[in-house]
């Protein structure tokens, strides 16, 4: 594979200072929980269903314990002493505290004690995500690999059945990876509806119901089709940790799940986001899922040439958080895109010098490549021609995840002939230019090779700011994505609870135990 020269000392040192820049932050998150870590809790203990309002019981259960400020116990504190207290089951045991008249709400019940009583169940939970795991893994493992990049597309009918059908066609026409798009502004909802659900405007609500849906279809499609159909959604938003626990189980491949996203481009608090990513991504590494970070969504705010270093700088971060949360390199699929602008000279040559060198920073990541969009209009016609030219990347550069564009995304939610057309011109171009990154050779200060290193200077830059100043206030003056916010500020950060003394999560703590 063609490569640039780059200064291997100087990716070391961008690998410590995002390291320092983890810790400082890890420091905070080990000494909180939130609202939605707790909810997840609940339910890998087997808390489920709604109340007659249709409120998720463990959406009642917290809510209880965070009004009476005793939270930051630890809910698995108040499962077991009801349970102690004669409770049948964690089920009759959580709807007592959302429910009940006479809950003790300062239980006399040591951390050992919680512990020996949630034992089996946390046992179980970890079972779960195992056992789902391995069958996923089996299943994949009776087809033969699909040769990278995977192909990904998307489907947002709103309607789960609706998408079940879509992502069946989508694997007849060679899609490698499906990904159901969550509805709008459910990143901003501080629950997760229950079932399956048939409405939703700009994509379908991502469930644990309609996890099951996707699921079934995309193992439907892989026997049909005789490829391994890859199933992708959202691990975001004030639920992420949630989801995380749900697509354990479920047996998705993939997840969206990003330190920053959050907090830049959903305006949800900071610290909120940072302890929430931390536990979803504990149950992501025991599931062997894949993460996709959102740095693309960087050059949508911030210009894609003069702000390149950005991304490369926030993949280091979000590796070194990773990292932390047990993730192993092969499942941080680090996100980059192809958004500089068309009409400036040699862009192509820019193009290719980014992602030429992302895929050497990270030479084992299964790095996720994002199609143009910003630059995109009502031109259809010029618009497959912008996505030709980032398929022709990603094939000589060997990225692992391509996401395809579409040449009506301007214009509107893709239809079946869109993603069908789509898929046929990339599985073109990476058919007639396979070889490529292996036959071409970069000059050593050639257009390529002097943006590679350029692009790893500034990076290199702005972590050394970063690592001195604190992520906290480099956040705070928008040195990602142009967009700043504040540590107090955003949607979310009044279930930020910091832990007590006797705060107890076993299931956390067997999580990170076996990393």
């Known amino acids: 594979?063609?490569?640039?020269?780059?200064?291997?000392?100087?990716?070391?040192?961008?690998?410590?200072?995002?390291?320092?820049?983890?810790?400082?932050?890890?420091?905070?998150?080990?000494?909180?929980?939130?609202?939605?870590?707790?909810?997840?809790?609940?339910?890998?203990?087997?808390?489920?269903?709604?109340?007659?309002?249709?409120?998720?019981?463990?959406?009642?259960?917290?809510?209880?314990?965070?009004?009476?400020?005793?939270?930051?116990?630890?809910?698995?504190?108040?499962?077991?002493?009801?349970?102690?207290?004669?409770?049948?089951?964690?089920?009759?045991?959580?709807?007592?505290?959302?429910?009940?008249?006479?809950?003790?709400?300062?239980?006399?019940?040591?951390?050992?004690?919680?512990?020996?009583?949630?034992?089996?169940?946390?046992?179980?939970?970890?079972?779960?995500?195992?056992?789902?795991?391995?069958?996923?893994?089996?299943?994949?493992?009776s087809f033969p690999p699909s040769p990278e990049p995977h192909r990904y597309v998307i489907v947002a009918t709103g309607n789960i059945h609706d998408d079940a059908l879509q992502a069946k066609a989508a694997a007849k026409a060679g899609a490698d990876v499906v990904a159901v798009i969550r509805a709008t502004a459910q990143s901003l909802l501080d629950f997760v509806p229950h079932g399956a659900t048939t409405e939703g405007y700009g994509g379908t609500f991502a469930t644990q119901e309609n996890f099951k849906i996707i699921r079934a279809a995309t193992n439907n499609a892989s026997t049909l089709y005789g490829h391994y159909v890859q199933q992708t959604n959202y691990s975001s938003g004030l639920c992420m940790a949630e989801i995380a626990w749900m697509a354990a189980v479920e047996r998705l491949d993939m997840l969206l799940n990003d330190a920053m996203y959050g907090i830049l481009f959903r305006d949800i608090n900071m610290c909120r986001t940072f302890v929430d990513q931390y536990v979803s991504r504990r149950f992501i590494a025991r599931a062997g899922i894949v993460i996709n970070t959102g740095e693309d969504n960087y050059l949508t705010t911030a210009d894609a040439v003069e702000k390149a270093h950005t991304v490369l700088a926030s993949q280091f971060v979000n590796e070194a958080f990773a990292k932390r949360a047990g993730l192993k390199d092969e499942q941080l699929g680090l996100g980059h895109a192809y958004e500089i602008d068309p009409g400036i000279e040699n862009s192509f040559l820019l193009e290719l010098a980014q992602a030429q060198l992302i895929r050497q920073v990270f030479p084992v990541h299964p790095i996720k490549w994002m199609p143009p969009t910003k630059f995109k209009t009502g031109d259809i016609f010029q618009a497959h021609v912008h996505d030709a030219m980032f398929s022709l990347v990603g094939i000589a550069t060997k990225q692992s995840i391509q996401l395809l564009?579409?040449?009506?995304?301007?214009?509107?939610?893709?239809?079946?002939?869109?993603?069908?057309?789509?898929?046929?011109?990339?599985?073109?171009?990476?058919?007639?230019?396979?070889?490529?990154?292996?036959?071409?050779?970069?000059?050593?200060?050639?257009?390529?090779?002097?943006?590679?290193?350029?692009?790893?200077?500034?990076?290199?830059?702005?972590?050394?700011?970063?690592?001195?100043?604190?992520?906290?206030?480099?956040?705070?003056?928008?040195?990602?994505?142009?967009?700043?916010?504040?540590?107090?500020?955003?949607?979310?950060?009044?279930?930020?609870?910091?832990?007590s003394n006797d705060y107890v999560n076993p299931i956390l703590a067997a999580l990170e135990a076996w990393s």
Request: aromatic share 4%; net charge negative; proline share 2%.
């Open 1 to 141: 594979m063609a490569t640039v020269p780059l200064d291997q000392a100087k990716v070391d040192r961008c690998r410590e200072l995002a390291a320092s820049v983890a810790s400082d932050v890890q420091s905070f998150i080990d000494k909180h929980t939130t609202v939605g870590v707790e909810r997840t809790i609940l339910r890998a203990l087997g808390v489920d269903g709604v109340d007659g309002e249709g409120v998720s019981v463990v959406n009642r259960v917290i809510d209880r314990l965070h009004g009476a400020k005793v939270l930051g116990r630890g809910a698995c504190t108040f499962i077991a002493s009801e349970l102690r207290a004669g409770a049948e089951s964690v089920q009759d045991a959580a709807e007592r505290i959302a429910f009940g008249d006479d809950v003790d709400l300062n239980p006399g019940i040591s951390k050992d004690e919680t512990e020996a009583i949630l034992a089996p169940h946390v046992n179980a939970a970890l079972l779960r995500i195992d056992t789902a795991r391995d069958e996923r893994s089996a299943f994949r493992a």
């Open 405 to 499: 564009g579409m040449f009506s995304e301007a214009v509107h939610n893709p239809m079946l002939a869109d993603r069908y057309l789509s898929l046929k011109a990339t599985r073109y171009v990476h058919n007639t230019a396979n070889a490529l990154g292996d036959e071409i050779e970069f000059k050593a200060d050639g257009i390529v090779a002097n943006r590679a290193r350029q692009v790893l200077d500034e990076a290199l830059a702005m972590l050394e700011e970063v690592a001195r100043d604190g992520l906290w206030d480099a956040i705070g003056r928008g040195a990602f994505g142009d967009i700043k916010r504040t540590r107090t500020g955003g949607k979310g950060y009044a279930g930020v609870v910091e832990r």
